[in-house]
């Protein structure tokens, strides 16, 4: 469920980034003004039970979250749950940086997606060097890294024959005399002595330490106590690229492994375990896609150059229907809006992935869109535009939805209607009893998946379950459509300056997703 880059106007928004004065001083505090007004309005709509828009208010109002600039980092860092990176690899991390800017990473490999059968595990030692803040993603800080020791331990016969075979292959003559390896032994990775670094043969790569982000959240039922998270760059969803690229987003978080009280089973099972003593996280059955009800972003979200966006999903399981809201803003905490898209479509009946273990493939299609400008950088975007390529000419206004399905989407965003994706899903449940929904990481490149061999191989953030019926639901929306609120993004805000330049990177690359 994305749309391609913008491919046009960019000439245009380059000039307009330049012009002073877009807003007032008064206009961060008319922005969040404006926008509690309708999110106040549309929960008074809706049963007290119903918690989606509680939700996403809570993320605008900026969750209790402060962010360290630059980043302390010196701490032990560990996976909260079975992370899936694309390909797909089925992982685990537990890193350690230390006061003289020196690290040890283990990266454990599983053979199964639930992280159950550990195949090999990496031992990184190295050092990392912080850098300046970073231009690409805002309230991210640049780093650089450098290897000092690279090891790999197999943990069965088969996977040190299988790997013994790939460096082979990759570096002829790096195991002499065409000897493999043994299990739950230590081997170096690179040879001075040949000089050859085999890396390559595992498509190993550190870039995710060249992007950086630390952030402490305090908790609600005890505002004292804080859980702080360590977000390293993201992997590159192509694999050709993976050991070229630098990250523009984000991998899932690493918890603190000190806050043992707040974190989870699998986290405190990572902490305690090396090499030899690979984790083995509890088994548990998968669980199967339900596409119906209610499904929330739980953080403000970040994609590739720069979006920052949330996501609130509405699926209709009786007629295979579907909606989304996104929420488009200029910053990391998700509390200046520039822009908003609603989207309506089908989607077909789920399939097991063949590729990816726990994974089911989606078919979705895109065919009816509405947008809403909200600051003055994106309504003079859509303005300058001549004819029908984006809504009826000049007739943009902040805070005015406008339905583009009749000019087949709009190129000032990039999007083109009719539109069709090949997705990737699973479900899984939380420590709290939640459902949480995955679907497909968005491509590096800011392309779409609009073919099935470009389907994904790994997921994004995970929304929540925040209602399970939709009938409610509709009702309420129909009865409140002439008003403005925040289901449909027909809100009025103001924006300051700064966003134009955020607006600008995040068209090039994701709109919608």
Not at 2 to 16: F, G, N, V
Not at 73 to 99: A, K, M, Q
Not at 111 to 138: A, E, F, M
Not at 170 to 183: A, D, I, Q
């Amino acid at each position: 469920m994305a749309l391609h880059r913008l491919k046009a106007a960019a000439t245009y928004l380059m000039l307009l980034l330049i012009l002073p004065g877009l807003d007032d001083a008064s206009s961060l505090h008319d922005s969040e003004e404006a926008f509690n007004r309708p999110m106040e309005k549309t929960s008074e709509n809706f049963s007290k039970d119903f918690q989606c828009h509680h939700m996403l208010k809570h993320l605008y109002n900026g969750a209790r979250i402060t962010v360290q600039m630059p980043p302390k980092v010196e701490s032990h860092w560990v996976s909260t749950s079975c992370e899936v990176r694309p390909g797909p690899e089925f992982i685990t991390r537990s890193y350690r940086f230390y006061s003289n800017n020196t690290f040890k990473a283990y990266q454990f490999n599983y053979g199964d997606n639930h992280c159950t059968q550990p195949s090999y595990t990496l031992v990184i030692v190295g050092k990392l060097r912080l850098r300046q803040t970073s231009w690409i993603i805002r309230g991210a800080t640049e780093a650089d890294y450098h290897l000092h020791r690279v090891q790999i331990v197999c943990h069965s016969k088969m996977k040190a024959e299988e790997i013994s075979l790939r460096l082979n292959r990759s570096c002829p003559g790096f195991l002499p005399g065409h000897k493999t390896w043994e299990p739950h032994l230590p081997y170096d990775l690179s040879s001075n002595e040949s000089g050859c670094n085999c890396f390559r043969a595992l498509n190993f790569a550190m870039h995710e330490l060249q992007l950086l982000r630390v952030e402490k959240q305090h908790l609600h039922h005890n505002p004292e106590q804080v859980v702080q998270e360590l977000f390293l760059g993201d992997i590159h969803t192509n694999w050709s690229q993976r050991m070229y690229s630098r990250p523009s987003s984000y991998q899932p978080p690493l918890q603190d492994a000190k806050n043992h009280a707040h974190g989870s089973m699998p986290s405190r099972i990572i902490s305690r375990s090396d090499e030899y003593h690979p984790p083995v996280l509890p088994p548990k059955a998968d669980l199967p896609v339900g596409l119906y009800g209610h499904w929330v972003s739980q953080r403000c979200e970040v994609r590739p150059e720069v979006l920052f966006l949330t996501r609130h999903f509405v699926f209709h399981d009786n007629n295979n229907t579907w909606e989304g809201h996104y929420y488009h803003f200029s910053d990391p905490v998700c509390k200046h809006p520039t822009f908003s898209i609603y989207a309506k479509g089908r989607y077909s009946h789920r399939i097991p992935s063949a590729k990816v273990m726990g994974g089911t493939e989606f078919v979705f299609k895109v065919n009816h869109m509405k947008v809403t400008p909200m600051d003055a950088a994106t309504v003079s975007l859509l303005n300058v535009f001549n004819g029908n390529a984006c809504g009826a000419e000049g007739s943009w206004h902040i805070g005015v939805e406008q339905d583009v399905t009749h000019t087949n989407g709009c190129v000032a965003l990039g999007i083109g209607l009719p539109h069709t994706e090949y997705e990737l899903f699973k479900m899984e449940q939380d420590a709290k009893g939640r459902y949480l929904l995955f679907n497909g990481q968005r491509p590096s490149d800011g392309s779409s998946p609009d073919r099935p061999e470009k389907r994904a191989t790994s997921y994004q953030a995970p929304l929540v379950q925040c209602a399970a019926s939709v009938d409610r639901l509709d009702e309420s929306t129909e009865n409140s459509k002439q008003s403005k609120n925040i289901n449909n993004g027909s809100v009025r805000y103001h924006h300051s300056a700064g966003a134009a330049v955020l607006l600008f990177i995040c068209m090039v690359r994701h709109v919608y997703c």
